[in-house]
């Protein structure tokens, strides 16, 4: 969608022309704006470190901070253990996801056969089914194969996505024909074209694509509030939303477990921050 | 063009290479027609059976789930709250996004630090965030609450009444989404030509008209897809709804319950797996058609 062209972009040449005051009046607005933005994480953050007692209590942030509730959650519930199982799943599929459609999307996109616009296009009308319409199906079928409460079965159904395909088809197009025939020339095995050569080149799409699908496994909720069963087993996600149904109104636990889930996944934000907004435009923008 | 003598060995290379395509291709195939188009086809059927997914029995009923799901007013409030819902969020969303990426434009030194202010939230896992927002919600002890009574004004009781509850989610999915909208934006408007810009200032058009005649028509593209891909997340809206009415799913009065809510309670609380799964088909039509729009209108070329 948004084309790669010569010509400067970037909107209106005011920005150009440099306004000083310009800048620091919308600096302030968007700081101003932020503040809701940010509120809710400070807001669990000083509920997680309050006594229970504290907790009802209108000052804001807590007179004598404690890591009560924190060491609460990390001992007398299962936490670390779904923290690692949500980890190995999200680890383990993202790539499986990595591995496959970048090769689909390098077969669909450099090596010609018959049938190929039939099998792409069988991928590509995937991308329309929703997760709801599946879920039913893909229990029925777990029960029958005895996938319930296994960490297969909470995997199986995201170990390729259509959306990657369509992704890593589109920049394996990318990728010059005479560097594989070349590679070709020196004996390169097929394989060794697509994992030595190919991918290489698609690095930074690749990327993008292991990022999202690894938090979108990180949060995936629905099929594995379905098919786990045992505590033991749960992601998580289904770990945080049953543990705070049962909970209640202790609010000092809940918002220490929601820390212990938020905080991880924002460092790893702070680190990756450019990749990842760069990977949404360049896959996102890319229909 | 190869020499005549080479066609028998390019002939076998060709066919070397088609196999190994299939090579290739054999796992990932059985993997979209195992997971995906069987047990949409499935679910299908499983909409014209009566099932409670224990029995063995599972007799053929026809559409007489669809005819149940046309009379459940449940299904119909979920399916109207599910409208509500993206009329409420998308335009929000859309707005704010876009006046945030305006605005991120104008700043220089900040630009880094501020969108990733309002990039956050999408990063932040949405089941600790749901459960957050209820307790940022709370009647009693809330922050909203206690600013409501400082201000001396009534405090509203958000998730605990039927008129405002759905709304009170739509605003925490707002906050999660506003700032991938904002990436988008931004995205959209680096992409557009400077030149146009200043040939619109030189015929002496201003800040305004500069916005409505150059910004928002050669930012449509980026429109539509919002549009489409809000459409998309709000018609499947689930996550959030559960966790933030968790002791009374879909809401007081049903007032937040959703399509998607609904089949999870149909199907697995309630074992009803054909209306369950007659549900899933109607929210795959909506979808269908929408992605179908989506085609359309993105195939349209732009003209810059």
Request: a positive charge.
């Amino acid at each position: 969608m948004a084309p790669r062209t010569a010509v400067p972009t970037g909107g209106a040449p005011a920005r150009a022309a440099g306004r000083p005051w310009r800048d620091a009046w919308a600096s302030l607005v968007l700081a101003a704006g932020g503040i809701p933005i940010v509120f809710p994480f400070l807001w669990m953050l000083a509920t997680a470190l309050k006594t229970p007692q504290e907790i009802f209590e209108p000052h804001f942030w807590p007179h004598t901070p404690t890591l009560a509730n924190v060491r609460e959650v990390l001992l007398a519930t299962q936490f670390p253990r779904w923290f690692g199982n949500s980890l190995g799943i999200a680890l383990g599929t993202t790539a499986s996801v990595a591995f496959f459609d970048s090769l689909v999307g390098y077969t669909l996109a450099k090596l010609r056969f018959p049938g190929r616009e039939v099998i792409f296009g069988i991928i590509l009308s995937t991308l329309m089914i929703p997760t709801e319409m599946l879920v039913i199906p893909w229990y029925v079928m777990s029960a029958r194969l005895g996938w319930i409460d296994t960490y297969w079965g909470i995997m199986f159904p995201g170990l390729m996505s259509a959306f990657g395909v369509f992704l890593m088809r589109q920049f394996m197009a990318g990728v010059p024909d005479e560097l594989l025939d070349a590679g070709r020339i020196d004996g390169v095995s097929e394989f060794g074209l697509f994992a030595r050569i190919a991918v290489p080149l698609v690095r930074p799409a690749l990327a993008a694509l292991c990022i999202f699908t690894f938090l979108g496994n990180w949060n995936a909720f629905l099929w594995p509030l379905i098919v786990i069963q045992t505590p033991a087993m749960r992601t998580l996600p289904v770990g945080i939303a049953l543990f705070s149904g049962e909970a209640g109104s202790s609010w000092h636990l809940i918002m220490a477990a929601s820390s212990l889930a938020v905080l991880p996944v924002l460092a790893v934000f702070v680190l990756l921050q450019r990749h990842i907004i760069e990977g949404i435009v360049l896959t996102g923008l890319r229909t | 063009m190869a020499p005549a003598r080479a066609r028998p060995a390019a002939l076998s290379l060709s066919a070397r290479r088609a196999l190994w395509a299939y090579t290739f291709l054999a796992l990932p195939m059985a993997f979209y027609v195992a997971v995906r188009l069987a047990p949409a086809a499935s679910a299908l059927v499983i909409s014209l059976h009566q099932w409670n997914i224990l029995s063995p029995e599972k007799p053929w009923v026809g559409l007489a789930n669809f005819r149940e799901l046309r009379a459940d007013p449940l299904f119909w409030k979920a399916a109207g709250n599910t409208l509500r819902y993206a009329a409420a969020g998308i335009p929000a969303q859309i707005g704010g996004g876009l006046g945030i990426a305006l605005l991120l434009q104008r700043v220089r030194r900040l630009r880094d630090l501020l969108r990733a202010l309002y990039f956050v939230p999408f990063v932040t896992p949405i089941v600790a965030a749901s459960w957050v927002w209820q307790w940022m919600y709370s009647p009693q002890f809330g922050p909203l609450t206690r600013i409501f009574d400082a201000l001396g004004l009534p405090a509203p009781a958000f998730l605990r009444t039927p008129g405002q509850a759905l709304y009170a989610i739509t605003a925490m999915v707002v906050w999660e989404f506003l700032g991938f909208q904002v990436v988008i934006f931004l995205a959209g408007l680096e992409a557009i030509p400077r030149v146009y810009y200043e040939a619109a200032a030189v015929d002496g058009a201003g800040g305004m008209g500069l916005f409505r005649h150059i910004t928002v028509p050669l930012l449509n593209p980026t429109l539509v897809f919002s549009v489409v891909y809000g459409t998309i997340v709000y018609l499947q809206l689930f996550t959030q709804v559960l966790n933030m009415t968790f002791g009374d799913p879909g809401g007081p009065l049903g007032s937040t319950e959703t399509v998607v809510l609904y089949v999870y309670q149909q199907g697995f609380q309630r074992f009803r797996m054909g209306q369950a799964a007659a549900a899933t088909v109607v929210l795959f039509g909506a979808i269908l058609a929408i992605t179908l729009v989506q085609l359309r209108s993105l195939s349209r070329p732009v003209e810059y």
